[in-house]
């Protein structure tokens, strides 16, 4: 079945070093993945976006990177601080479809000072 | 600020009660959704609206129901018939159909007495 999964369930790092939280995702056609911040108690905050037509995006601290050949794609945080700490979800649409969007069980970033 | 407002933070149901979650947004977003979230997991679709007057079930909506009649609402009912109803929910919107990153409320989280 269609399926989007983190491969790392915690990820400890220390304050000023980078992240990269990675996903991968099943032979299912999607076009569209986006990577979502959760803090505590708190709702699912959009970060970054990339389609299929391209292999990287920048952000503000963040770049998402996205191999099609083997299916998985990455988020990039440089220069972690401790407010970068909450857990990360990718997110896809599957299919081709835009109701549907599957979401993988979260990698939990800790920043240590 | 535009935005969606989920109320109330916390929710507590007596066996056999039926209790309706509040989702509404200002931010003449086309479509509203309904994701259901256990700890340590990603999000599952509960329920998904493109229009007014009309939605669909998504893959978990046995025991739920909504309703969608004004654009900004899209109130989630849990029924008794949901055995396991302890979890946070969580409403999100998106401007459109067609590929679109979803923006979440900062959710419910209902709990059993």
């Known amino acids: 079945g269609e399926s989007v999964g983190l491969h790392l369930p915690t990820l400890s790092v220390q304050e000023g070093d980078n992240s990269i939280i990675n996903c991968a995702y099943s032979n299912s056609a999607s076009d569209y993945f986006i990577w979502y911040k959760q803090e505590s108690g708190k709702g699912p905050q959009f970060i970054i976006d990339i389609r299929s037509n391209m292999d990287k995006r920048q952000g503000q601290r963040v770049t998402v990177l996205l191999n099609k050949t083997v299916k998985h794609l990455s988020l990039q945080i440089a220069a972690t601080q401790p407010g970068d700490s909450a857990v990360y979800f990718c997110a896809g649409f599957l299919n081709g479809g835009y109701n549907k969007l599957i979401f993988g069980a979260g990698t939990r970033l800790a920043v240590h000072p | 600020d535009g935005g969606i407002t989920q109320s109330p933070k916390y929710l507590f149901r007596k066996e056999g009660q039926n209790v309706t979650l509040s989702c509404e947004q200002n931010l003449n977003h086309d479509a509203m959704y309904w994701y259901r979230q256990d700890p340590g997991q990603g999000l599952r679709l509960i329920y998904y609206?493109?229009?007014?007057?009309?939605?669909q079930k998504g893959d978990i909506a046995e025991g739920y129901s909504v309703s969608r009649e004004k654009k900004e609402s899209f109130p989630l009912t849990v029924t008794s018939a949901q055995k396991n109803p302890t979890a946070f929910y969580l409403c999100?919107?998106?401007?459109?159909?067609?590929?679109?990153?979803?923006?979440f409320g900062d959710g419910t989280r209902l709990s059993i007495l």
């Open positions: 609206s493109q229009i007014v007057n009309d939605f």
């Open positions: 999100a919107s998106t401007l459109g159909t067609g590929g679109q990153p979803q923006h």
